[in-house]
């Protein structure tokens, strides 16, 4: 009788370590709902995260000063002083002098 008890509780004990070596499912109902609520979270953090930047971006917009830079307003400078001194250059190339006025050389020109 005692031998009896004792296999049983042998095959008990076999019956229960197997178990727990036996592959479990990995998606269950308790995950789902445990991953909704995470997913849920994430949502609400998204969405507290563009209102703070809304925020931010109203704080601190500049106005006024839409695409003009100071890199940008000096080389503005720079290019129409450069083109200035170059037209002015181009100016002096092209001016016409008149000759000398020698009048006894255009006589003896005259007389030959």
């Known amino acids: ?3 009896r008890i004792l ?3 042998i095959l008990a004990v076999v019956a229960l370590s197997a178990n727990a070596f036996a592959p479990r499912p990995s998606f269950t109902g308790k995950s789902v709902s ?3 609520a995470l997913e849920g979270c994430r949502v609400n953090a998204k969405k507290e995260k563009i ?9 601190f917009k500049t106005t006024g000063k ?3 830079s100071r ?3 000096l080389k503005k400078l720079q290019a129409n002083k450069a083109r200035q ?3 002015e250059f181009i100016s002096k190339c092209f001016t016409t002098v008149p ?3 020698n009048d006894q050389a255009n006589e003896d020109n005259r007389r030959r």
């Open 1 to 3: 009788m005692v031998s």
């Open 7 to 9: 296999i049983v509780l």
């Open 34 to 36: 445990f991953g909704t």
């Open 51 to 59: 209102k703070r930047n809304r925020e931010n971006m109203r704080k």
């Open 66 to 68: 839409r695409g003009t």
């Open 71 to 73: 890199r940008k307003t």
């Open 85 to 87: 001194e170059e037209s």
């Open 99 to 101: 000759p000398p006025a």
